[in-house]
């Protein structure tokens, strides 16, 4: 029996950073032929960039140009066809693309320019894939209906914990199951600089590995700070809990003031210092909390030096838990991947 030829799947990507430019580089081979066996032949029609300006091209953008400029802080325009990108917003409205791949900053207290962004994408019938918990912390719920009464779907399997499958293990291998409260380590920069820390790194140079592997937040603060990790406890709490907790309302404090006598000291205590994100029911409502605690040697969140861990507490499968080892942000494009698979599916079976 012969196969179909794939079909195309235009994508238009806002942020073109760690994320956005992994991704790339892993289209044109491995997420290519993942793509391909759904029927799906990728093209990338359209990419913004804060500083870096914007390119769109219903034939397809060389990648690999597009890699090099950008590398070379040079600027997308040389790519672009048509009349000048206004705004990312302006480029969202008119990129002849069947998904958006949103990649923008974290903007912790409003989800912002994500939001509008997959708003627009979802209005005019668009897919929307992100990595950013902004949009799911703060309107999963809206995005989602918009996306339905459009016939597309909002997915954001990269939002927690990477390409690890968080919100497909729930909706898909859990059914049935209510979700109790989860224990975490959801930020990879902390536990980075705390582990960095216990093998005898400063906090400053720790932290400077993080960003030079590019998992740190384009600011830094988020992380170091706990937002980040807050922004992803609501997001797991309001898509795996049906809570409507917002970042703002969740007892939160980073690892700012902590440095390697903290460490030392924990450790002489059968310990190590980790940001851990904990969310629990009571009465009708989700409590959230992210703080640094002392986590014992041999507890499942530090056992094997993983970047992060999920654990769930469950009703019908009492306690499951997942695990990331350390990595990069090819982990995260892995999420954009899979999310696109899903798309590619979904296709296919119209
Ligand atoms: N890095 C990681 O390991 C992970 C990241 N994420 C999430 O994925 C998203 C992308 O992360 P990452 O690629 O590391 O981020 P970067 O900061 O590396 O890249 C962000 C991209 O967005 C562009 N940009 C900046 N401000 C705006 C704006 N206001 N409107 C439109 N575009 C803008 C930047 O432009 P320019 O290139 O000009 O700077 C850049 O291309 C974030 O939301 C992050 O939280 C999730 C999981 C892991
Ligand atoms: N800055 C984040 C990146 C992924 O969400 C982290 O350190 O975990």
Same mark, same amino acid.
């Given at each position: 029996?012969?196969?179909?030829?794939?079909?195309?799947?235009?994508?238009?990507?806002?942020?073109?950073?760690?994320?956005?430019?992994?991704?790339?580089?892993?289209?044109?081979?491995?997420?290519?032929?993942?793509?391909?066996?759904?029927?799906?032949?990728?093209?990338?029609?359209?990419?913004?960039?804060?500083?870096?300006?914007?390119?769109?091209?219903?034939?397809?953008?060389?990648?690999?140009?597009?890699?090099?400029?950008?590398?070379?802080?040079?600027?997308?325009?040389?790519?672009?066809?048509?009349?000048?990108?206004?705004?990312?917003?302006?480029?969202?409205?008119?990129?002849?693309?069947?998904?958006?791949?949103?990649?923008?900053?974290?903007?912790?207290?409003?989800?912002?320019?994500?939001?509008?962004?997959?708003?627009?994408?979802?209005?005019?019938?668009?897919?929307?894939?992100?990595?950013?918990?902004?949009?799911?912390?703060?309107?999963?719920?809206?995005?989602?209906?918009?996306?339905?009464?459009?016939?597309?779907?909002?997915?954001?399997?990269?939002?927690?914990?990477?390409?690890?499958?968080?919100?497909?293990?729930?909706?898909?291998?859990?059914?049935?199951?209510?979700?109790?409260?989860?224990?975490?380590?959801?930020?990879?920069?902390?536990?980075?600089?705390?582990?960095?820390?216990?093998?005898?790194?400063?906090?400053?140079?720790?932290? /400077?590995? $993080?960003? %030079?592997? #590019?998992? @740190?937040?384009?600011?830094?603060?988020?992380?170091? !700070?706990?937002? =980040?990790?807050? &922004?992803?406890?609501?997001?797991?709490?309001?898509?795996?809990?049906?809570?409507?907790?917002?970042?703002?309302?969740?007892?939160?404090?980073?690892?700012?003031?902590?440095?390697?006598?903290?460490?030392?000291?924990?450790?002489?205590?059968?310990?190590?210092?980790?940001?851990? /994100?904990? $969310?629990? %029911?009571? #009465?009708? @409502?989700?409590?959230?909390?992210?703080?640094?605690? !002392?986590?014992? =040697?041999?507890? &499942?969140?530090?056992?094997?030096?993983?970047?992060?861990?999920?654990?769930?507490?469950?009703?019908?499968?009492?306690?499951?838990?997942?695990?990331?080892?350390?990595?990069?942000?090819?982990?995260?494009?892995?999420?954009?991947?899979?999310?696109?698979?899903?798309?590619?599916?979904?296709?296919?079976? %119209?």
């Amino acid at each position: 029996m012969s196969r179909a030829a794939p079909r195309p799947l235009r994508l238009a990507l806002a942020g073109f950073g760690n994320v956005g430019r992994t991704f790339a580089e892993l289209l044109p081979g491995p997420y290519g032929r993942a793509l391909r066996a759904e029927g799906a032949a990728p093209v990338v029609t359209a990419i913004f960039t804060n500083r870096h300006g914007a390119a769109i091209d219903p034939r397809g953008l060389p990648l690999r140009r597009a890699l090099r400029l950008v590398r070379a802080g040079g600027s997308l325009d040389a790519l672009h066809r048509g009349p000048p990108v206004a705004s990312a917003l302006d480029l969202v409205r008119r990129a002849p693309a069947d998904v958006l791949v949103e990649l923008t900053p974290l903007a912790p207290t409003t989800g912002e320019p994500a939001i509008s962004l997959a708003r627009a994408a979802l209005g005019r019938g668009l897919h929307v894939v992100t990595a950013n918990k902004g949009p799911v912390a703060h309107a999963r719920a809206r995005l989602a209906r918009l996306a339905a009464r459009n016939g597309v779907r909002f997915l954001h399997e990269g939002a927690v914990l990477d390409g690890t499958p968080v919100f497909n293990l729930v909706e898909r291998c859990l059914p049935g199951a209510r979700i109790l409260g989860f224990r975490g380590l959801l930020n990879s920069t902390t536990t980075r600089v705390l582990a960095g820390m216990e093998a005898g790194a400063s906090f400053e140079a720790a932290l /400077a590995d $993080a960003q %030079r592997a #590019g998992v @740190a937040e384009a600011d830094p603060r988020h992380d170091l !700070e706990g937002w =980040d990790a807050a &922004v992803k406890a609501c997001a797991l709490a309001n898509a795996l809990m049906g809570a409507d907790v917002r970042p703002a309302a969740v007892e939160r404090r980073g690892i700012t003031g902590l440095g390697p006598e903290d460490v030392r000291a924990a450790r002489g205590r059968g310990a190590v210092l980790r940001l851990v /994100a904990r $969310a629990r %029911r009571d #009465g009708r @409502a989700v409590r959230v909390s992210v703080g640094p605690e !002392e986590v014992a =040697d041999g507890d &499942v969140l530090v056992s094997r030096g993983a970047d992060g861990v999920l654990v769930l507490e469950t009703d019908l499968m009492r306690e499951i838990g997942i695990w990331e080892g350390a990595g990069g942000v090819d982990q995260t494009a892995y999420a954009i991947l899979s999310d696109l698979v899903a798309i590619a599916r979904g296709r296919r079976r %119209r």
